[in-house]
Structures are given as structure tokens and as C-alpha cells.
């Protein structure tokens, strides 16, 4: 009963700190840069592993995904990550603490991936919902932010970046 409350509740608590406990301009790009990296590092790792993928990452839980996809959308993270930091926020933190941050919240992305694909699986189903037919799922679509967004916090207070 409680992983409702601890999967959205967490996250989007997070999500509304993040928004307003800085300016308005530095909340939002705080938050498309987590998407950013989520959404690239999932992009990634799809045509990584479609193209390289010959090692199965976790396949009882999603028998598709592989090894060489997971280092793709990592590095797809990494590389956006970047890219978006400096043109959207050039005042953010640089070198190995951006490397560090990104590369965490690619993995920890993924992470949520293979999370929601074993919930699935554990509850015998295809999709998580009818509204995206053929992409798994509402929940699908959001499984990687929603395990990034927490995360993002913790680290940034882990390796000392300001955010207010």
C-alpha cells in the first residue's frame, strides 16, 4: 500500500521544491535537465542496444534490454546532459561534479526502467496503462524521472552544489 506514496508522492514533493525553492527560470531548467538526461539516456539506450546490444542486462525482468544498450544511454546521458547544461544553464556546476551528476542520473534512470518493467511482470501485465498504446504504459513514460528527480536532490547535496 504504500509504493504509491513512496514512487509519485516522493517524487513529485521533490519536483515542486525543486520548481519554487529557486528562481522560477533556475527551477525549470533544473527540471528539464533531469528530463533531458532521462529522456536521452532512454533514446540512447534503445538504438545503442537495437544496433550493439549482444548481452542481456536483466532478462527475467526485460528480456530486450542489454548491457552495451545500458553503457549507450548512459553515455546518451552524459553527452546531453552536458550539451543542455551549457546551453540552458552556464552557471551550473562544471567538470567532474557534472560528470558525476549526470552519469548518476542516466544509471538511476535506468534503474527505474527496470524497476516498472519488474512491477509489471510481477503483476502479469503488458502496459502500465491504455493512454500511450504501444509504449508500455503512462508509467512507462515517467518510470526514469520519477526514480532521477529524488536522486538529483540527494546528490547535489551530496557533492555540495548550491541550489537556492
Not at 514512487?7 to 533556475?26: C, E, Q
Not at 534490454?65 to 551549457?86: A, D, N, R, Y
Request: aromatic share 14%; net charge positive.
Amino acid at each position: 500500500y504504500s509504493l504509491p506514496l513512496i514512487w509519485f508522492v516522493v517524487p513529485v514533493f521533490f519536483l515542486i521544491l525543486l520548481r519554487f525553492s529557486i528562481s522560477a527560470t533556475s527551477g525549470s531548467s533544473m527540471i528539464l535537465f533531469i528530463i533531458v538526461i532521462a529522456a536521452f539516456s532512454d533514446i540512447a539506450a534503445y538504438f545503442g542496444g537495437k544496433q550493439f546490444g549482444k548481452h542481456k542486462l536483466a532478462p527475467s525482468i526485460s528480456p530486450k534490454k542489454t548491457i552495451e544498450g545500458s553503457i549507450f544511454g548512459i553515455f546518451g546521458g552524459l553527452v546531453f546532459g552536458f550539451l543542455f547544461k551549457h546551453l540552458f544553464m552556464p552557471s551550473f556546476v562544471e567538470g567532474w561534479q557534472l560528470a558525476v551528476l549526470t552519469i548518476v542520473l542516466a544509471a538511476i534512470s535506468q534503474l527505474g526502467d527496470l524497476s516498472e518493467s519488474k512491477l509489471k511482470r510481477y503483476c502479469g501485465i503488458k502496459d502500465s496503462s491504455n493512454l500511450l498504446p504501444g509504449h508500455g504504459g503512462l508509467l512507462d513514460r515517467i518510470d526514469g524521472y520519477l526514480f532521477a528527480i529524488p536522486v538529483f536532490i540527494g546528490m547535489t547535496y551530496l557533492l555540495g552544489i548550491q541550489l537556492i
